[in-house]
């Protein structure tokens, strides 16, 4: 199964508002990333990256996967 950003979410057992809070977005932003509506600019993707614990290329990689 690939990695997503939901998954990735879930995986720390945030909210989608916890997770806007910790990092200064709005929940609806979380959202419309997870259903690859938009996605999160680079400053996002290296805050993201750290909450997670994991390398930013995790993401890109999610988030690149997501849209195919």
Known sequence: MELNLK???????FSQD???EAIG???TTISSW???KSV???KNI???AKLYSVEPT???N???KQKT
Do not use: C, H, T
């Not at 998954?7 to 057992?13: D, F, P, W």
């Open 7 to 13: 998954m990735l979410r879930a995986s720390k057992n």
């Open 18 to 20: 916890e997770l806007a």
């Open 25 to 27: 977005v709005s929940q």
């Open 34 to 36: 997870e259903k690859g």
């Open 40 to 42: 999160p600019n680079a």
């Open 46 to 48: 290296y805050e993201l």
């Open 58 to 60: 995790v993401i890109f």
């Open 62 to 64: 999610a988030l690149f």
